[in-house]
């Protein structure tokens, strides 16, 4: 195996290439900080490989977190000017559709959830327009007969993971910047507890390296915690895994459509992403009889249509979850290094916000007040003030 | 691509390595007859490699024929025998399991069918006991609450096809036979109507072949009457799609359970065996939502573990089916040429037979009478009685 050379020294390092680095890395590329990510295995390994790429600020109820909502539409804004400007940089189109997202209900408790989240839309300012069964089915003539409700979500969009990813990557390049596939980090050297340089092997042939840097920023999302020889305080996050079937045949549906157990997100390549299972069984990377037939049932009361298509592909995924399901992000206690992490079910929405803010802590040192909630040390906080809170 | 020169003259080629073509060729090498298979994929390609591997006589009430009992009850008799004889001839293991198979029935109209069943397992002679669904859940503790009463057909064993297809072919080789795949047949030779050789192309690089011999029999399944320049009257059968699931886990089944819906097959290997739709849709080959969400959803209510198990791979085959989803197995009216196939759901299970009925024809030119009703021009003889009967 032959890989390019990595450089002695490079002032900012990330290390992941998943959508979180690799939005950081483009974002400092933009400011024309010279920027190198390392990437153990290939750039869309992680979460995003499998992810649907909805851009959605309200979820289900009990996913929502009001700390995050800020930061959930500021991104939500931003994505247009960040897809444009992607797309330009990188010469690549990104699958960004702008149709909005039907959030269905089936039946009476379906209903009382789609009012409680056009509540949560209206709180936050976002259009949605709510509709009968009759009028959604007029706009997705797939949706099946039990639907009786429906609202429409104007601004909840949709992006590509797998086109995004490498359009990021290209973008990154194309900046000036570089991305290093198969390359693992394995820890990270300091002097006078000062981060100097991240230290780690080439996959393959396991020929070691150590690049200098002025700062690091470690964006392994469900990964940060595992095979890290790591200075500062530990990264608490865990895997959450999701299972996603992806689906090919004629198109059924036009735009996302989505109730409380299952989303459905048509792609341009005529893929249908149906996901996503929430499970806490660590690294375990098989796909289930389980949640395959949970998500498929689920999918065909949406869309009946669904029963027909072809199954192309189970995906697993690992959400990178803190124990209050928030991102961590931020300065470690290790000056020079940094976190990115946690972004949990939001990862791909949540991207240019976290990016612009990182960027602006790493090159101006300035620190938004809305990533005080979200500082690596909060936990740490958290358990000197009552020692006994810790549970999972 | 190379590949091992083919021979100029054999006196009996076979046409197709499924399991039937594979076992009249074991069954002409044990006679000593020199035999040659051709072969255009690679052994265990068709409809055989996907197949559970069940030996069941009594199937569900709407798929039985009274016609073939015999054949199936003479066939299953003679299983051990073949196995073991097989197992010697190739020094391989072939999965034969001889715990019998758990037929069980959810709730009253579940109950009929078995008694239906009892019924048909008597009145052919074969052992099978009653047992109310506590007695069921003893035997087999992984099955679900929802079972209230089963039978236990002691003489429905299942083997591993994926295990019998290479035996076949390696006893078959060790006897003198020899198989060749990647071998297409496209036609057949006669002078003075009688057949004198079989044409076709090596795949890969399409060099022609032509192979004199005294005796064909064409034993490939589903696509017998595809792709063919055929001198004799046509072959009807058609593709009868099927898609079984394939789990691994922990095992929780010991014997073969199945209800009307599906059936479960554990093999030694830890694989669970998820099938299997029926459907007619050509050789659309294509797994799709609909059919992996039904036999999962049934396979949960048998056995509520399978909702752990991990998804190795949703398989598809075609059974070649006639319109009487009887076999086809005997002479054509070309002198020479032999047809066997149409074993729809019973190709594993038949196989020995077959091959023995069609080696006594060809070697002995001894016909039984239990091919009475499966010679290939039987429908031609009842359009020619009943012309408007033609539908499907």
């Not at 960040?82 to 039946?107: K, M, N, P, W, Y």
């Not at 009476?108 to 959604?136: C, M």
């Not at 429409?152 to 990021?168: C, F, K, S, T």
């Amino acid at each position: 195996m032959t890989h390019p050379e990595s450089p002695e020294s490079t002032p900012i390092i990330v290390v992941g290439a998943g959508v979180i680095g690799l939005t950081v890395a483009f974002e400092l590329a933009r400011r024309r900080i010279p920027v190198l990510v390392l990437e153990r295995d290939h750039v869309g390994a992680g979460a995003a490989g499998v992810a649907a790429g909805m851009l959605a600020v309200v979820g289900e109820a009990e996913h929502e977190t009001a700390e995050l909502a800020d930061l959930l539409v500021t991104s939500q804004r931003a994505y247009p000017a960040f897809v444009r400007e992607l797309q330009h940089a990188s010469g690549r189109d990104v699958g960004f559709v702008t149709e909005g997202t039907l959030i269905v209900g089936l039946g009476r408790d379906g209903e009382q959830e789609l009012r409680h989240s056009q509540r949560a839309q209206d709180r936050l300012g976002l259009r949605s327009s709510w509709l009968t069964g009759d009028e959604a089915r007029a706009l997705e003539p797939h949706l099946g007969p039990r639907i009786s409700a429906a609202l429409l979500a104007r601004e909840d969009h949709q992006v590509d993971p797998r086109a995004l990813l490498p359009a990021l990557a290209a973008a990154t390049e194309a900046l000036g910047g570089r991305v290093l596939t198969g390359t693992r980090v394995t820890g990270f050297d300091t002097t006078a507890g000062r981060l100097t340089a991240v230290v780690g092997v080439h996959q393959g042939d396991d020929r070691p390296f150590a690049i200098r840097c002025e700062a690091a920023v470690l964006a392994a999302g469900a990964w940060c915690a595992v095979g890290l020889a790591w200075p500062a305080a530990p990264v608490l996050v865990r895997p959450v895994k999701g299972q996603v079937v992806r689906l090919r045949g004629p198109a059924i549906l036009r735009r996302v459509v989505r109730d409380t157990q299952v989303y459905l997100v048509p792609r341009r390549n005529g893929e249908l992403v149906v996901g996503a299972t929430m499970e806490d069984v660590g690294f375990d990377a098989a796909p289930t009889a389980g949640a395959v037939t949970d998500l498929l049932w689920q999918a065909r009361l949406l869309a009946p249509a669904v029963y027909d298509l072809e199954i192309v592909e189970v995906g697993v995924g690992f959400r990178p979850a803190a124990r209050d399901h928030l991102p961590t992000i931020g300065p470690t206690d290790v000056p020079g290094l940094y976190v990115a992490t946690g972004h949990f079910r939001h990862g791909i929405l949540l991207a240019p916000t976290t990016a612009v803010l990182l960027a602006d802590l790493l090159v101006d040192d300035r620190m938004s007040p809305l990533l005080d909630r979200f500082r690596p040390g909060r936990f740490e906080a958290a358990s000197r003030t009552a020692p006994s809170v810790d549970s999972r």
